[in-house]
């Protein structure tokens, strides 16, 4: 990560101020949320996984490695 990334945060700073401002300035309140949207996001990825291993969805990595190299 570049420096001028690292010092223009304010991407971060809005997103921070737009969870605390939906959670009513209430940290604990905007931490348990956070907490639980990654909670749900980490379950969606872990079922995702599982689908792909079990060969239900087409790994789109494979793919598209596959399609570079049969197009060189």
Same mark, same amino acid.
Do not use: F, W
């Given at each position: 990560?570049?420096?001028t990334a +690292? +010092?223009?945060?304010?991407?971060?700073?809005?997103?921070?101020?737009?969870?605390?401002?939906?959670?009513? *300035?209430?940290?604990r309140?905007?931490? =348990?949320?956070?907490?639980?949207?990654? /909670?749900? +996001? /980490?379950?969606?990825? /872990?079922? +995702?996984?599982?689908a792909?291993?079990? *060969?239900?969805?087409?790994?789109?990595?494979?793919?598209?490695?596959?399609? =570079?190299?049969?197009?060189a």
């Amino acid at each position: 990560m570049s420096a001028t990334a +690292l +010092l223009d945060n304010s991407h971060y700073e809005q997103a921070c101020d737009q969870a605390i401002a939906m959670c009513d *300035g209430n940290l604990r309140s905007t931490i =348990k949320a956070l907490i639980m949207a990654n /909670e749900y +996001l /980490e379950a969606e990825l /872990e079922e +995702l996984q599982a689908a792909i291993s079990a *060969g239900c969805i087409p790994d789109i990595s494979r793919s598209r490695v596959r399609s =570079k190299s049969s197009a060189a």
